[in-house]
T-cell receptor, first 114, second 111 residues
Framework: SQQGEEDPQALSIQEGENATMNCSYK?????LQWYRQNSGRGLVHLIL?????REKHSGRLRVTLDTSKKSSSLLITASRAADTASYFC??????????????FGTGTQLKVEL | NAGVTQTPKFRVLKTGQSMTLLCAQD?????MYWYRQDPGMGLRLIHY???????AKGEVPDGYNVSRLKKQNFLLGLESAAPSQTSVYFC??????????FGSGTRLTVV
């Protein structure tokens, strides 16, 4: 079953604009992670935010987490054509039964046009 | 530093054939994972390992087996391939509770 659900499913913006993607989840988490996947490639880890954190920055990326609403958002500022990719949120419920299982959403397809 | 390497990158199997996908990591990570990615489904965990000699079932383990005989390697086996196993398979590794490092994937088609 999918824990994280991204919204929107697809997003098209112009270069230089900001892109915002949202993720909602259902159960308690230890941390939430965002990944990028370029077409035909593997996933690349972007940022991890722990359940006791509310906001985190990494370069042009800003992630927020609201555990009361079970939601997170990823903001990409000043987007570039190279940001065109699918973006996935993934929730980590922590170490249970000896292992930690990351549950992925279905992703947001971002297209940045020149 | 190669990260996570998957072989092969592409494979076509006939129904009923068997094969093994190899994953190797050079980061000394304890945790390794196998996922499959299907259109509209996101990534789903097949099996995972928390250390050498240990494996555990994920969300969709049926039809697959795994082995972790060496810390750096994690093998995924299909004993009798079925068309429903047509997918893109990703291996990943990590330290506990940290971001995963993914391989570039194996595109498998079962006809």
């Amino acid at each position: 079953s999918q824990q994280g659900e991204e919204d929107p499913q697809a997003l098209s913006i112009q270069e230089g604009e900001n892109a915002t993607m949202n993720c909602s989840y259902k159960t308690s988490i230890n941390n939430l992670q965002w990944y990028r996947q370029n077409s035909g490639r593997g996933l690349v880890h972007l940022i991890l935010i722990r359940s006791n954190e509310r906001e985190k920055h990494s370069g042009r990326l800003r992630v927020t987490l609201d555990t009361s609403k079970k939601s997170s958002s990823l903001l990409i500022t000043a987007s570039r054509a190279a940001d065109t990719a699918s973006y996935f949120c993934a929730t980590d419920a922590g170490v249970t039964g000896g292992g930690n299982k990351l549950t992925f959403g279905t992703g947001t397809q971002l297209k940045v046009e020149l | 530093n190669a990260g996570v390497t998957q072989t092969p990158k592409f494979r076509v199997l006939k129904t009923g054939q068997s094969m093994t996908l190899l994953c190797a990591q050079d980061m000394n990570h304890e945790y390794m994972y196998w996922y499959r990615q299907d259109p509209g489904m996101g990534l789903r965990l097949i099996h995972y390992s928390v250390g050498e000699g240990t494996t555990a079932k994920g969300e969709v383990p049926d039809g697959y087996n795994v082995s972790r005989l060496k810390k750096q390697n994690f093998l995924l086996g299909l004993e009798s391939a079925a068309p429903s196993q047509t997918s893109v398979y990703f291996c990943a590794s990590s330290y506990s509770l940290q971001g995963r490092v993914f391989g570039s994937g194996t595109r498998l088609t079962v006809v």
